[in-house]
């Protein structure tokens, strides 16, 4: 190869590197911007998710105790304790009633 070539192909191997250099570059900017996106999303869906089972949870607080007030003036008593779930009616003594409620991931199994 003549001097003169090697003059020549050298400012085209450099601005290729260049080029290819600049392109990672980009490349690695755009994926790093794409994954912060992602990562939004996901945190919002997780926030509105939780928000919903908030709300869920006052619903079914506020139920339960509609429920037991019902109940006390049925003269009538909710225990819970895990799965098992005793009515007491306190108009007759000896009179408890005991249901078991299964939990929902035996449920799903089954």
Do not use: C
């Not at 260049?18 to 919002?44: D, T």
Request: charged share 30%.
């Amino acid at each position: 190869m003549s001097p003169e070539n090697l003059l020549l192909s050298l400012p085209s191997i450099v601005i290729t590197l260049s080029v290819i250099i600049g392109g990672l570059f980009v490349f690695r900017r755009a994926y790093v911007k794409q994954l912060g996106e992602l990562q939004e999303r996901v945190i919002n869906a997780y926030k509105e998710q939780d928000e919903s089972q908030q709300k869920e949870l006052k619903r079914l607080r506020r139920e339960i105790m509609a429920m037991r007030a019902a109940f006390k003036q049925l003269g009538m008593e909710i225990e819970i304790n895990g799965t098992a779930i005793t009515l007491i009616d306190s108009h007759q003594a000896k009179r408890k009633r005991i249901i078991q409620i299964p939990d929902a991931e035996e449920d799903e199994e089954n």
